[in-house]
């Protein structure tokens, strides 16, 4: 196993459980609202629930490949074939998110989610190149950004709960 990722073993246990805690949780809160996320008028919030959740999994998915024995190489071969995989359902759920309409709240937050998504796809990959080409700064670009994309997770968990309530209120 790479020296680099057993040094980083502690970091990567909290990450893989704070991710799987916070993808709980998510699941909580969509069953609470599973009749406004069913409303077809509610596609948009439907694509931002669908980019939390592949957010947390992508966290997830990373601590557990982290943790993996292999040498850095394989590792950051693995995070671009991460980070690429899911770019695709992503970019889906954005294209389906930001054509959706009728919903009566600002679209310029759901615009904001989607564009800093994709900022911290690109800058993932960026640090998955790195971290391929056995640079250590690239571990700590993509730390930071797993722990970005967890944080920026809470923050449309947040967003989305409130939403929903406003546009459908809690399942009966």
């Not at 999994?57 to 995989?85: C, H, K, M, R, Y």
């Not at 709240?105 to 640090?127: K, N």
């Amino acid at each position: 196993m790479s020296e680099e990722l057993v040094l980083w073993h502690d970091f990567n246990v909290a990450l893989v459980t704070a991710a799987a805690g916070l993808l709980g949780l998510l699941f909580v809160a969509l069953s609470i609202h599973i009749r406004a996320l069913n409303d077809q008028r509610n596609a948009e919030l439907r694509s931002v629930a669908r980019t939390v959740f592949l957010g947390y999994v992508v966290a997830l998915a990373f601590g557990f490949l982290a943790l993996l024995p292999q040498s850095l190489t394989a590792f950051g071969a693995e995070l671009i074939g991460l980070n690429v995989a899911a770019l695709l359902p992503f970019a889906a759920a954005a294209r389906s998110g930001l054509r959706a309409t009728g919903v009566g709240y600002d679209r310029r937050v759901t615009m904001g989610q989607f564009a800093a998504g994709f900022v911290l796809i690109a800058i993932s990959l960026t640090g998955a190149i790195g971290v391929t080409a056995g640079e250590t700064w690239a571990i700590y670009l993509s730390a930071a950004i797993a722990i970005l994309s967890l944080v920026w997770g809470v923050f449309n968990t947040w967003e989305l709960i409130f939403r929903m309530q406003r546009v459908g209120g809690p399942a009966d």
